[in-house]
């Protein structure tokens, strides 16, 4: 193990460290679900309630500015996390949420009937169904861009629906059951030659460093913070300035209005409009700390440390009899799904738990990508920067004992 | 004791004899493959559990005044409880099955490691077991 690795564990990661669960002993290995809070996430949003707690905007009294400065300086962060403007964040309760909104203020402004929006056949249903929905409500025709067997996105297929013409193509970053890294540059420029804007949903994608969500090209980019070290409850949607200025606002309420006109108010310009209401002020504070954190660890070595435990991972699983790791992409980040027949996923998993592993099985709500692979279900593995070879090692021995039964279950006559 | 006592007595005293819970759901998943086979026609809509997290088809039947079930699920685990319930119940008087009181399922032994959706399916399936039993026992006797 690194020494940083084994610094940060004991020091920021008590949970993990001590490696048990109501005294059992566990492994966390469930990351792609959501990720442990380091101490200082913990710390700034108790320093939140306790010390700094008033609600931003328009307080004249010296706790609201401090809190005001606070939240502004958490949206510079995200920005030059993103290497972006900070007028292009707004902050929202996470990734589905941000899909959502964007949904629904497409629905209202953009789309019209007969109009087509492209999605792809491994989204997770937060970048799925608010695009059906919206679809739905405004006449228009949303369609799945194909993934090939190995796992990665059918580029030939995506070119032929972009001759189509569509307003909008939502994709992931990374796919969050595959763990496929998607050729991001290559899809934002086509799509944008045949006209379409661009969603990526990247909240697998924000620990992998990648190159293509620094300055993104695409026009709308979200994420959770839980997803990164950051608490639940927040997220983040990036928009471009040119879209913050023509999207209509999507909810209506306190912090968004700039004149009372009835029946035509005027609203905020900028991010403001699409903040109503008191945003989740602690949560916020988590973030930025979140967001700091992993600079301070730094997140090329993050993330190179989390490809390496992957590709650890990828070659342990692979030599174990009847295991079967779904795709084989040439970039893969964050995730590894696998099936071990005849058991099921749920079993598996259960069994995993028994051996004092925590991982998900299931359809990891991309309902449409375990329909495309015609399986009901996957266990999927996903390792953070916590985590370590030796417990992977440890997993892949619990995974051997479990194929090993699993062939014994498949020879009984019933099964 | 009565039969369906005993014999979910009996099911608890051997989980109880395996040591650690990775055993124990070994144990479980190998009795799956005991299930017997089930007919064609039990893996229909109309004889699926409503309400489980994983698929589970029960066809209940009377058999001279004895209450019957084909059970089928698509998950090792379950069918492995499946299997135990088949125990319990099945082949006793119709009356024996339908007010049974059913509980060796609730043990935490059994139920530690299933989420709250599926102890619900569980729950949803022993019932739905002895809702046929009591239909078909309503329909076998002379005023049914």
New interface residues.
Partial sequence: MDDWQNVIRKRDFPMIARGNCRGKSTVYLDNAATTQCPRPVLWAMEDYWSLRHANVHRGVYCLSARATEALEETRQLTADFLRVSRDEIVFTSGATDSANMLAEAFALGELKRGDLVLATEMEHNSNLLPWLEACRRTGAVLELVKIREDGELDMEDLYRRLEKKPRLLAVTAVSNVLGTVNPLSQIVSSAHSAGAAVAVDAAQAMRCDLPELKSPDCDFLFFSGHKLMGPTGIGVLYAKAEWIDRLPPVRYGGGMLRELRIPEPEYESGVGKFEAGTLNLSGIAGLGAALEYLQVVGRRRIAAYERELLRHAEERLSSIDGLRILGAPKRRSGVLSFLLPPLQAYDAAVLLDKKGFALRSGRHCADALHARLGISGSVRLSPAFYNTGEELDRFGDALEQIAALSRTVGAGKHG | MDEIRAEQEAILDELRQIE???T???YL??L??????CPEDVRQPENEVKGC??HVWLKAREEQGLFRFSADS????IKGLLYLLMNVLDGRPLRAAAEAELYFWKDPMLMG??DDRRQRGIGYAAASLQKSAARLLKENSPTG
């Avoid at chain 2, 698509?74 to 685990?77: A, H, Q, R, V």
């Fill in positions: 650690d819970d990775f124990r759901y070994s998943l190998s799956a493959a005991l299930l017997p086979p997290q994983s698509d998950t090792y685990i490691s299933f």
